[in-house]
């Protein structure tokens, strides 16, 4: 049996502690039995954008018309456009391999592992026991229990985003962020699209308003069936047949690619965690209290494995967390204040804080400001005629509790927001800044001048 220092289950954002722990002179193993770098960089955040980049720029040519350019597209490349992605985060995860491989204080166990005692593993053919170990090993697709679904070669966003020939027609099941995202890179490129969503709306974890809107968006571009159940699939003469089923009638869908995107399922089961006395909740995410410490000693979790916010830049923050408690023996809590996100569909949707619908469950003291897009020069000039912001503040102190963006470059508008959240300020500071005009940053300080009061 080979003894390490630090065990690193996972090669995504757990790299940040094995990197650290290495360059300090400790011996460490790293097990990854995938590519180097995580879902992020292979399977997620990184291929996901470059390719709905493409969809981007269709999106632009067919909106043309709007401001006095006549242009088409003549042709789309979709084997060119996903190998373009392919290439790019192979390429990182190669270098990432072969950076650790050449470390001299790193081992490298390529293969998939589990635990078969305290902080021991059996990986591949090699068992190895860490003094501290880091679990970090992410999630994967959830597939649902639907009558034939099995029997199918249905994809899921892993294969999605390496597809070489582009489908005519597309069902997706489920109406998350990863359906919303990938039905925009699809549907912008020409790809019929059809979504079966359970639920009465789309991205339905936003902020209420949010998702009212982007689902009415959304089914004004493709057919979207919401309120339905996924009851049985099978394949006929080569296309996916898929029957749903709502509360007043019943869809039959043909399409030549099913996409199955109906959430994520952490990697607990196949570790095998409980061996090393590590605690899941009932949704298999392990248990970690505000140090990222496990139910076991010396064992740490970050990431989406342990299920606090399923971001890369969530999981960055917690691996500076646990190198801090698990390699400095430090005790430093998590500080998940002003925790954003934001969805690359189109439109384009960010959010921090609470939603209206949290502070009305909290029955909390608030004032709501908001602004359309469409009333500022820069709207006008996008033709962004569906765009609007939101933001919260407390009726007392005037601190932001929330703010919540759909349309154009609302990844990038919300940043101003997360630093005034972060560093305790009031609305004022956004109110009182001055804001470049026309710039469309002005549609976050008018829905701030706009805040009820």
């Known amino acids: 049996m080979q003894t390490f220092d630090l065990i690193v289950i996972g090669a995504g954002s757990g790299l940040n502690v094995s990197s650290a722990a290495a360059e300090m002179g400790m011996k460490v193993a790293v097990v990854e039995k995938g590519p180097m770098g995580g879902t992020c960089l292979n399977r997620g955040c990184i291929p996901s954008k470059i390719i709905i980049h493409s969809a981007d720029v269709a999106e632009t040519i067919n909106r043309a018309k709007l401001f006095g350019i006549n242009s088409k597209i003549s042709s789309i490349d979709l084997k060119k456009i996903t190998a373009r992605a392919s290439s790019i985060v192979d390429k990182d995860a190669k270098e990432i391999e072969e950076a650790i491989i050449e470390d001299k204080n790193t081992t490298l166990f390529k293969t998939e592992a589990k635990f078969i005692g305290d902080r021991t593993l059996k990986a591949g053919n090699e068992t190895i026991k860490g003094e501290k170990v880091v679990i970090a090993a992410g999630t994967r697709p959830s597939v649902p229990l639907i009558e034939g679904l099995k029997e199918v070669d249905f994809m899921t966003s892993d294969e999605a985003l390496r597809l070489k020939k582009q489908p005519k027609a597309m069902t997706i099941l489920g109406g998350g962020y990863i359906a919303a995202e990938l039905a925009h890179f699809y549907g912008s490129l020409g790809t019929k699209i059809n979504i079966i969503q359970r639920g009465n709306i789309l991205i339905p974890n936003e902020d209420e308003e949010i998702a009212s809107k982007f689902t009415e968006i959304f089914k004004g571009k493709y057919n979207v069936l919401t309120g339905f159940n996924t009851k049985k699939v099978h394949k006929k003469k080569g296309k996916f047949v898929v029957e749903a089923e709502g509360k007043k009638s019943k869809k039959k869908l043909v399409s030549d690619q099913l996409l199955v995107a109906t959430g994520r399922i952490p990697n607990t ?32 979790a970050l990431g989406d494995i342990a299920g606090k916010f399923l971001f890369k830049h969530s999981a960055n923050l917690e691996s500076q967390h646990v190198y801090y408690n698990a390699i400095l023996d430090k005790r430093v809590k998590v500080d998940y204040e002003a925790m954003p996100h934001a969805i690359f569909t189109s439109p384009q949707i960010a959010g921090v804080g609470l939603r209206e619908q949290d502070l009305r469950e909290r029955k909390m003291y608030y004032a709501k400001g908001m602004y359309d897009f469409i009333k500022s020069g820069m709207g006008i000039a996008l033709q962004d005629n569906e765009g609007f912001v939101k933001i919260f503040a407390d009726k007392k102190t005037r601190k932001i509790l929330g703010c919540h963006i759909l349309g154009s470059h609302a990844s990038t508008l919300i940043h101003e927001v997360i630093v005034a959240m972060k560093a305790g300020l009031t609305t004022d500071a956004i109110k009182d800044a001055v804001h470049i005009h026309p710039a469309l940053s002005e549609v976050v300080q008018r829905a701030v001048n706009n805040i009820e009061w």
Not at 274 to 285: L, M, P, Q, R
Not at 291 to 298: F, M, P, Q, R, V
């Open 269 to 300: 089961d196949l570790l095998d965690v409980k061996k090393t006395n590590v605690e899941i909740d009932d949704k298999g995410f392990i248990k970690t209290n505000e140090y990222l410490e496990t139910t076991a000693k010396n064992i740490w």
